[in-house]
Antibody
Framework: EVQLVESGGRLVRPGGSLRLSCAAS????????MNWVRQAPGKGLEWISY????????KYADSVKGRFTVYRDNAKNSLYLQMTSLRAEDTALYYC??????????????????WGQGTLVTVSS | SSELTQDPAVSVALGRTVRITCQGD??????ASWHQQKPGQAPVLVIF???NRPSGIPDRFSGSSSGSTASLTITGAQAEDEADYYC??????????FGTGTKVTVL
């Protein structure tokens, strides 16, 4: 069974830093691309970061670019999100999300297929 | 635009059929997936690659797509289907993008 368990969320002051972790199990972590998706209280889902299986490709949403850094340790089956210069608008539940590639004879797609339970980050003075 | 637009809320009588739509310019180029989120829980994938269901998802959930619109249909809605539903696809940069979400109420 695929399991993704996030940790590290807490109350932090504006301008502060935080590192989130995601522990993966039940699958070969190093074979999968991973993402971070957040959800502000009462709001919808917002994709914020992607990292390829071998860390060769990394992407960020404009809302976090230059402030957040995603990385992974495939030997430890773990995904991380280093967050700096935190703002009130970064307050959200942060989800670790796995991508799965699905192909037919015609084409392929790679949706998010598994989600963790999330870790809550609150940025407030 | 890379945005995915959904109706904020729909209601359906128990046992009836409801269709949720998702509109976005990129849906003609990228497949949509659909994610169900119940209150206080993480999202769960219910439809991917337009009309495929992960194992364990009831066959009353189905997906379709035409042009810039993707749809999720629940045929014979059950009380446990009451949830928020998000479509997802890719933007012009190939990044994930999620729809605005639809709250489904089962009456």
């Amino acid at each position: 069974e695929v399991q993704l368990v996030e940790s590290g969320g807490r109350l932090v002051r504006p301008g502060g830093s935080l590192r989130l972790s995601c522990a993966a199990s039940g699958f070969t972590f190093g074979n999968y691309n991973m993402n971070w998706v957040r959800q502000a209280p009462g709001k919808g889902l917002e994709w914020i970061s992607y990292i390829g299986s071998g860390s060769g490709t990394i992407k960020y949403a404009d809302s976090v670019k230059g402030r957040f850094t995603v990385y992974r340790d495939n030997a430890k089956n773990s995904l991380y999100l280093q967050m700096t210069s935190l703002r009130a608008e970064d307050t959200a539940l942060y989800y670790c999300a796995r991508e799965e590639t699905y192909c037919t004879s015609r084409d392929c797609s790679d949706p998010v297929d598994s989600w963790g339970q999330g870790t809550l980050v609150t940025v407030s003075s | 635009s890379s945005e995915l637009t959904q109706d904020p809320a729909v209601s359906v009588a128990l046992g009836r059929t409801v269709r949720i739509t998702c509109q976005g310019d990129n849906l003609g180029d990228f497949y949509a997936s659909w994610h169900q989120q119940k209150p206080g829980q993480a999202p769960v994938l219910v439809i991917f690659h337009k009309d495929n269901r992960p194992s364990g998802i009831p066959d009353r959930f189905s997906g379709s797509s035409s042009g810039s619109t993707a749809s999720l249909t629940i045929t014979g809605a059950q009380a446990e289907d009451e949830a928020d539903y998000y479509c997802a696809s890719r933007d012009t940069n190939g990044n994930h993008v999620f729809g605005t979400g639809t709250k489904v109420t089962v009456l």
